[in-house]
C-alpha cells in the first residue's frame, strides 16, 4: 500500500510560484507513473501533469503548460510540481497521484493511489 502525502501549498499573489512536494512510503516509486490533479468546490478533477516511470517523458495539461514543470527524484521517492506565474485560475486542491500502467494517464480513473491533497490560492 502506497501512501502519497502533499507539502507545499499555500495562499500566494498572481504571478508567483510554489513548488509542491509529494512523499511516497510503503512502495518504490520508481514502479510508477506519477500524476497531479486539481479540483475546486463544484468541479470535476482536473489533469494537471504527469510524468513517466524514469522521469524522461512529462505531460501537461494545455492550461499549465509552459509555466509549470514536473519532476521526480526517484531515489528520494519524491515528485514535485514546480509553478510558475500563478493565475487566480489556478486556485485548487492539489493531488499526487500514482498509477502502476495506466492506458491514459490524464484519467483520474486510471490512478491506484491518492494524496490528501494541498490547498493552493493564489490572489489576484
Known amino acids: 500500500q502506497v501512501q502519497l502525502v502533499e507539502s507545499g501549498g499555500g495562499l500566494v499573489q498572481a504571478g508567483d510560484s510554489l513548488r509542491l512536494s509529494c512523499a511516497a512510503s510503503?512502495?518504490?516509486?520508481?514502479?510508477?507513473?506519477m500524476g497531479w490533479f486539481r479540483q475546486t468546490p463544484g468541479k470535476e478533477r482536473e489533469f494537471v501533469a504527469a510524468?513517466?516511470?524514469?522521469?524522461?517523458?512529462?505531460y501537461y495539461a494545455t492550461s499549465v503548460k509552459g509555466r509549470f514543470t514536473i519532476s521526480r527524484d526517484n531515489a528520494k521517492n519524491t515528485v514535485f510540481l514546480q509553478m510558475n506565474s500563478l493565475k487566480p485560475e489556478d486556485t485548487a486542491v492539489y493531488y499526487c497521484?500514482?498509477?502502476?500502467?495506466?492506458?491514459?494517464?490524464?484519467?483520474?480513473?486510471?490512478?491506484?493511489?491518492w494524496g490528501q491533497g494541498t490547498q493552493v490560492t493564489v490572489s489576484s
Open positions: 497521484a500514482a498509477a502502476l500502467d495506466p492506458a491514459n494517464l490524464q484519467r483520474g480513473y486510471e490512478y491506484d493511489y
Open positions: 510503503g512502495g518504490t516509486l520508481s514502479n510508477y507513473v
Open positions: 510524468i513517466d516511470w524514469s522521469g524522461r517523458t512529462t
